[in-house]
């Protein structure tokens, strides 16, 4: 199975709205960490936000948050009141100890958002 | 946040020249440094990942004579490309860690092999 699933390549949305990217993930460690980055046409990976295993609730980051259903194994990214600075590539990424605790990155998703 | 640099940015070189890549931690001490390489609208594919003071550990199908990475210190690794080919034309982006914690990235080096 795929270790990290993104099955979007591309995704559009208007400004203002909200957008989720999806993330779908394969460990059998009960421990790891799931992790969302940005990555503008500038090439640097910027971190948005964090997610334990362990975590009782959803992480947010300002406009950032992050469904986590853990049974499904998803992470899904939200992005609330898109700007047009949020057009990028997203990726989602999983750290485990089955996979030697290195992040592991999905495939991306190019998010554009239209004015 | 911890701040990772690279330099050079940007390099062109001739095929059949070697190029090195730094890679810095600048306000931190980064026990494991990572090395990836990117092709364009392609994710992030780990190259090596090296520890101060040790041998790197290459993943499967890099050629570790190619690639030679050097982590001389708890703020430096680099990455040297040998004999350089127009294949190995790709952006690459380093990472370091500080223990068991959080990953920082550099902000990429493209190589152009001509």
């Known amino acids: 199975a795929q270790k990290i699933t993104q099955t979007q390549p591309g995704m559009f949305v208007q400004e203002k709205e909200a957008v989720t990217l999806d993330c779908t993930y394969d460990?059998?460690?009960?421990?790891?960490?799931l992790f969302w980055y940005k990555q503008p046409s500038s090439g640097e990976m910027i971190f948005l936000i964090y997610q334990g295993s362990y975590d009782q609730q959803n992480a947010t980051e300002g406009r950032y948050s992050l469904n986590f259903q853990k049974a499904r194994k998803s992470a899904n990214l939200v992005i609330s009141a898109s700007q047009l600075g949020d057009s990028a590539m997203y990726f989602c990424a999983m750290r485990a100890p089955e996979y030697g605790n290195k992040l592991v990155f999905g495939a991306g998703t190019i998010l554009r958002v239209k004015s | 946040g911890a701040v990772v640099s690279q330099h050079p940015s940007r390099v062109i070189c001739k095929s059949g020249t070697s190029v090195k890549i730094e890679c810095r931690s600048l306000d931190f001490q980064a026990t494991t440094m990572f090395w990836y390489r990117q092709f364009p609208k392609q994710s992030l594919m780990l190259m090596a990942t090296?520890?101060?003071?040790?041998?790197?550990?290459?993943e499967q199908g890099v050629e570790k004579d190619k690639f030679l990475i050097n982590h001389a210190s708890l703020t430096l690794s680099t990455l040297t490309v040998t004999s350089a080919h127009p294949e190995d034309s790709s952006f690459y982006i380093c990472?370091?860690?500080?223990?068991?914690?959080?990953?920082?990235f550099g902000p990429g080096t493209r190589l152009t092999v001509t």
């Open positions: 090296s520890n101060e003071g040790s041998k790197a550990t290459y």
């Open positions: 460990t059998s460690d009960p421990s790891y960490g």
């Open positions: 990472s370091a860690r500080a223990g068991n914690y959080e990953q920082y």
